[in-house]
């Protein structure tokens, strides 16, 4: 075996312990059930790369299977730029994009036989092809461009497989959506297993997001599904490591404070034993992160989404803002805080995280972060803010990033860096509260918002997208 991989091998030994105990911030006692399937049932389950549907939902396939569901699975890429995984698979090192295009094929390869041994025919599988390690990016920064998003490894800009339903397809916003539109509107979904908001991972986010957008532009023909996220990459979860089918499957701790209503579904043995039978079919995955892998055919799947944010609208007149939040960990406030300054010691902000929440006043949207106790310095931020509005095209809509460092702003539209009038800051040590106009965000109806908040040391707090609806 070659020098490069075997220092690989040994980094990932070292990087995944499989002796630590998993830590149980919510049990699943305390969650709800999933519903169970029946025949009437129509269930989509949306992977951003293969091995995700086996990794979130194989119990789910098989359950729904089961009760005489029909089962589709969307897979909007073909995993084709994780590079460790190739050169291990393969045992050679190559940078050729022409390889890379191959692995693709070879994961397409291994989802089709994960899904066989689960029950499903090829025909209810869709492959999309979409960059791999891409789509997040051309979902904040590709909409009504002729340059499309060029891959980091394969080093196309379209869709390169002749087998796949968007073959050929530029790698920008529109073709994403318009191919997720088409796909709901044909089978018509009432139950939806998507990734998670929070995860780690770009594509996991973008899946979420081209999905959120989707049902609202067809709110008018598709009656509403019930959409259940599943989570994947987070820090230092699931632990232990390796295949432990007598254990619960919890919440990551990231997610133990957020307002999130967790669903479980219990497996039985047979489920769990194909569980991880679908899982090492994917071998060109597993050579590298099979006790990651496996960590995930425990005896219960689980899902869970953020609560939507309602907020009302105020004007000035009223003297208050009232202030909703991540987990409503923050209570209607004084006066204005563009008005009275800092009012911190009028508050409790409880436990050692940091805190968000938000308002509406005077047709601008306020997000007021709390740092959390261990950064000890001024802290800076990072707001993603993308909204929706059935009067403007979703293309057309702003898609806004906001950096806040060292008490200045820079405002993205996309890649570009704006003049956002109307935009402010204001800041102490410990809080920041930041004022964007909805004009800048395209006048939304909703706005699906994600921030992260960042001190020197890099410590920082973050969270997932979810959605703020504007009343």
Known sequence: MPKPILLI??????????????PIFLKTEKMAKLDRFDKGDRVLIIAPHPDDESIGCAGV???????????????????DCNQVAFMVYEKRVTMRKGEFIHMGQVRRTEAENAMQFLGLDKSDLIFLGYPDFGTFTIFRDYWRTNRPFRSLLSRVTSVPYSNNLSYGAPYIGESILNDVKKVLLEFKPNKIFVSHPADVNGDHKAAYLFLQVALADLHKDLRPPRVYPYPVHFVKW??????????TLNPPAQLSRADIKWYKSRLSAKEIDHKHKAILAYRSQTQVSAFYLLSFARSNELFGDYESVDIISRNSQSRKNAYFGLANLFQESGENEF??????????????????????????????????????RNFNFQVYLFGYSRKTPFPAMPKIRIIGRDGRLKVFSGREL???????????????????????LGDPEFILVSLKVFGPALTFDTTGFRRLDIE
């Open 9 to 22: 091998l040994l980094i990932l030994s070292v990087a995944s312990p499989s002796h630590a105990v998993q």
């Open 61 to 79: 396939i098989q359950q729904a299977r089961d009760a005489g569901a029909k089962i589709r699975v969307l897979y909007m890429t073909n995993g």
């Open 238 to 247: 699931p632990l232990p490591r390796h295949y432990h089918p007598e254990l």
């Open 339 to 376: 008005e009275a300054g800092d009012d911190s010691q009028n508050e409790r902000f409880q436990g050692d995280h940091g805190q968000a929440s938000f308002a509406v006043t005077d047709g601008a949207l306020f997000i007021r972060m709390q740092k959390a106790r261990e950064i000890k």
């Open 418 to 440: 704006i003049e956002a009038r109307g935009a402010e800051l204001q800041r102490n040590k410990d809080r920041a509260v930041l004022k964007v106009p909805l004009a800048v």
